[in-house]
């Protein structure tokens, strides 16, 4: 297993922000990988507006995952409507 650093951005919302912290967490769990750890960063500035807001709360989780199921695991997260944005990242050892 290979470890991986996921950052996703949700909307503000509070309702919004627990279902999908909680799908992000399903699909990782469906795949096989492990969540290390789960760091919030905060609400914060958008770069770029994505889907017409502004501002987004980011949070980082570090994952241990096969290289194979990452690409499973980004198709599935590009399902879930309450998603800002995210990027995996492939972590140095």
Do not use: H
């Not at 989780?61 to 290289?67: A, G, M, V, W």
């Not at 590009?78 to 995210?86: E, N, V």
């Amino acid at each position: 297993m290979r470890k991986y650093e996921l950052m996703v951005v949700f909307p503000l919302e509070d309702d919004t922000f627990k279902t999908a912290a909680e799908a992000v967490r399903k699909v990782v769990a469906d795949y096989g990988a492990q969540v290390v750890s789960e760091e919030p960063y905060g609400d914060r500035d958008l770069t770029y507006e994505i889907k017409k807001r502004a501002r987004g709360r980011y949070v980082l989780f570090n994952i241990n995952s096969e290289p194979a199921k990452i690409v499973e695991m980004d198709r599935q997260l590009k399902l879930i409507q309450d998603l800002l944005t995210f990027l995996f990242v492939r972590v140095e050892e």
